[in-house]
Structures are given as C-alpha cells and as structure tokens.
C-alpha cells in the first residue's frame, strides 16, 4: 500500500485509491473554531454546490485541487473566488498541486506545460472553450495555449490563484492539501511536502497532538486515523465529494 503512496507523493498520475491505517490512539480535536473542510473538487461544480447548499453560512475551507480532470473547472473556480472574495472571513481556499500546475502552466508552458495538461489539464483549458489543444503540443502551441488561456481568465482570478494559502490552521487543526512530515513541526513543513506530500505520512504517526486535515490521495473511504482526516474521495471518478465538520466533539463526516 505504501509503495502506492509514495508514487503518488512522488507527482505520478497514479489515482489508485489507498485505505487509511488502522488507528493505533485516539485523535485529539481542539479547533478554536468550528469549521467545515472540502476534499478535492476536482472541477465538480454539481457537488460542490450541494455542499455549499449544505455547509451555508458557516466556516468553510476547501483543501486545494479545484480544478483539473472534472469537467466544470471554470465553474468551481468562479463560484470559490466570488464566495471566498465576498466572505473573506468566512471562506478560505487552499492552494494544491493542480493549482500549482496551473500557474506553472501559464508562467512555463513550453517546459512544464506538457505535465499539467497530462495531470487534468486539458480537461480545465475545455471548461474555459479552448478545446482545441493537442494531447502532446510541442513549445510553440503550449506558449499560444497558455496565452489564450490568460485571456480566459476573468480579470483579477488570476491572482487569487497565486495568491491562495498552502495552510490554515485554527487550535492543533492544521489544513493542508496533501499532508506532512510526521517528524518536524507544522510551521516548519516544506511546500513542496504540504502540496504534494511525504512518503511517511501514512506509516509514522506524529508524536505530538497535531491533527491534519488533508485531500490529495483518494481514499477507499474518509476517514479519521492517528491524527489525520482524509478527505479526497474521487469526487472526479464520480465517488462524490467528501466534507468533513469539525469542532471539539470530533469530526463528522458527509459525502455529496
């Protein structure tokens, strides 16, 4: 199982699902705040609005992988970046790696172009109308592509994007996209580490009473294990998109 992981920390397209170990203690919930948190949405705009229809007026924050391999990422984007713009105490977008690859999309196509477009990207530049891009464009169609995707952009998304956290947290309730280091602190985790993940996340548990509230690898099924609560169920594949509420009692889980 870990090999699989690892794979997936590693960048590959790997999408196997993995299953959470068996809890070894118990996960300790102090939020100073409660709060609802969204695994990947993955360019799912139907569930995501069930969600949102769901969660309302309360604290929300959505773990990273808006967008990418779901067919309606134009339309995520804009619903988030509107919400989180009118309520921006109240909503809180993280970055993950497919926004990353995004950003790197536009400001390298050329070199990196090639690698977003294989992770889910053609599907998001479709959802934007440029449907038109080849399965492997050579320099010169990636540099036009990424040019007619800036145009695409609705003024200012652009540096909402650039601009989204890589973590949040609120009493030992740590959010991130893809995990940690289980042997350093919170504030001292890589970015890379936070939105791509560590090969010992899954295998080593913390030694102290952080928890991590967590998307990125697809998960058989949500669940809350030594201080991690996964939340990426594949909402892409059709398995719906998993959101977690927590507050002191615990964390209740709800699938849409």
């Given at each position: 199982?870990?090999?699989?992981?690892?794979?997936?920390?590693?960048?590959?397209?790997?999408?196997?699902r993995?299953?959470?170990?068996?809890?070894?203690?118990?996960?300790?919930?102090?939020?100073?705040?409660?709060?609802?948190?969204?695994?990947?949405?993955?360019?799912?705009?139907?569930?995501?609005?069930?969600?949102?229809?769901?969660i309302?007026?309360?604290?929300?924050?959505t773990?990273?992988?808006?967008?990418?391999?779901?067919?309606?990422?134009?339309?995520?984007?804009?619903?988030?970046?509107?919400?989180?713009?009118?309520?921006?105490?109240?909503?809180?977008?993280?970055?993950?790696?497919?926004?990353?690859?995004?950003?790197?999309?536009?400001?390298?196509?050329?070199?990196?172009?090639?690698?977003?477009?294989?992770?889910?990207?053609?599907?998001?530049?479709?959802?934007?109308?440029?449907?038109?891009?080849?399965?492997?464009?050579?320099?010169?169609?990636?540099?036009?592509?990424?040019?007619?995707?800036?145009?695409?952009?609705?003024?200012?998304?652009?540096?909402?994007?650039?601009?989204?956290?890589?973590?949040?947290?609120?009493?030992?309730?740590?959010?991130?996209?893809?995990?940690?280091?289980?042997?350093?602190?919170?504030?001292?985790?890589?970015?890379?580490?936070?939105?791509?993940?560590?090969?010992?996340?899954?295998?080593?548990?913390?030694?102290?009473?952080?928890?991590?509230?967590?998307?990125?690898?697809?998960?058989?099924?949500?669940?809350?294990?030594?201080?991690?609560?996964?939340?990426?169920?594949?909402?892409?594949?059709?398995?719906?998109?998993?959101?977690?509420?927590?507050?002191?009692?615990?964390?209740?889980?709800?699938?849409?």
């Open positions: 199982m870990f090999g699989k992981i690892r794979s997936i920390f590693g960048g590959s397209a790997n999408e196997k993995v299953q959470l170990p068996r809890p070894t203690r118990e996960t300790i919930f102090a939020p100073q705040q409660n709060f609802w948190a969204i695994g990947d949405i993955h360019g799912c705009n139907d569930n995501l609005g069930r969600a949102l229809e769901h309302k007026d309360q604290f929300v924050v773990l990273g992988d808006m967008v990418d391999r779901g067919p309606h990422s134009a339309d995520v984007l804009t619903r988030l970046w509107r919400l989180q713009t009118e309520n921006p105490s109240q909503v809180v977008c993280l970055m993950g790696n497919h926004e990353q690859m995004l950003l790197e999309f536009i400001d390298d196509p050329a070199g990196l172009g090639a690698r977003w477009l294989g992770f889910g990207g053609r599907e998001t530049l479709e959802s934007f109308g440029i449907s038109d891009a080849s399965k492997r464009p050579d320099a010169e169609e990636a540099l036009e592509l990424a040019d007619r995707f800036e145009d695409a952009l609705p003024d200012g998304m652009q540096s909402w994007l650039r601009n989204l956290p890589i973590s949040w947290s609120t009493g030992n309730i740590w959010c991130v996209h893809a995990g940690m280091n289980p042997k350093r602190e919170p504030e001292k985790q890589s970015e890379r580490t936070l939105l791509w993940g560590h090969p010992e996340f899954y295998s080593a548990s913390r030694d102290d009473d952080i928890c991590v509230v967590h998307g990125h690898t697809i998960m058989e099924k949500a669940g809350i294990s030594d201080g991690r609560i996964a939340l990426d169920t594949g909402a892409y594949q059709g398995r719906g998109l998993t959101a977690g509420h927590i507050t002191t009692a615990g964390c209740t889980l709800r699938t849409f």
